[in-house]
């Protein structure tokens, strides 16, 4: 049986927070370099309907939403609901959760299997002690990293998932009203 298509909803991490954890994550995890650090806003999820519905949605929202900035706090893990390391977001992530909770609402409606909790994943391993491994490395060169744990949200980007691990982004959808330059 097909499954439905899963979409997301992100902040890619362009800054060189996002070039750490990138870097970080092929040393850790080589199988899945390709994946660009980002903050999601929506996790996974099937949609209620369409794909123009959903962008459409997406982009009244974020229209009243000024961009805003969160700052990374410490290396966790979710073991053991799933071997997953992450940086926690430690300032604004109230941001980021009422954002979460305007978004999850019609056509992007989804129950989540967990609570929400703002986060930059590192690495989802395979199995628990790995990520056990991958955690005491991450929380080492975290704690060694000198650049700034901020990040600023001002566009998020619209996926959707083709295949187990790899996504596409569909559309960029920026936060608040921008002036148009004449």
Request: net charge negative; charged share 20%.
């Amino acid at each position: 049986m097909i499954q439905p298509p899963r979409y997301g909803l992100v902040a890619y991490v362009k800054d060189p927070v996002g070039e750490f954890v990138e870097q970080l994550r092929r040393d850790l995890h080589p199988e899945l370099p390709h994946l660009a650090s980002h903050l999601s806003l929506l996790p996974p999820r099937c949609l209620q309907g369409s794909e123009s519905k959903a962008i459409e949605t997406l982009e009244e929202i974020c229209a009243g939403i000024e961009p805003f900035e969160v700052s990374l706090g410490e290396v966790e893990t979710f073991i053991p609901v799933t071997p997953t390391v992450f940086i926690r977001v430690a300032h604004a992530a109230f941001r980021m959760r009422a954002l979460h909770g305007r978004l999850n609402t019609g056509v992007l409606a989804f129950e989540e299997q967990w609570p929400y909790m703002p986060h930059l994943t590192i690495a989802k391993l395979a199995a628990e002690s790995q990520a056990q491994s991958a955690y005491l490395t991450a929380r080492q060169r975290w704690s060694e990293f000198s650049g700034s744990r901020c990040i600023h949200v001002t566009d998020l980007t619209f996926v959707r998932e083709l295949e187990p691990n790899h996504w596409v982004d569909l559309a960029p959808v920026p936060l608040g009203r921008r002036l148009v330059k004449g």
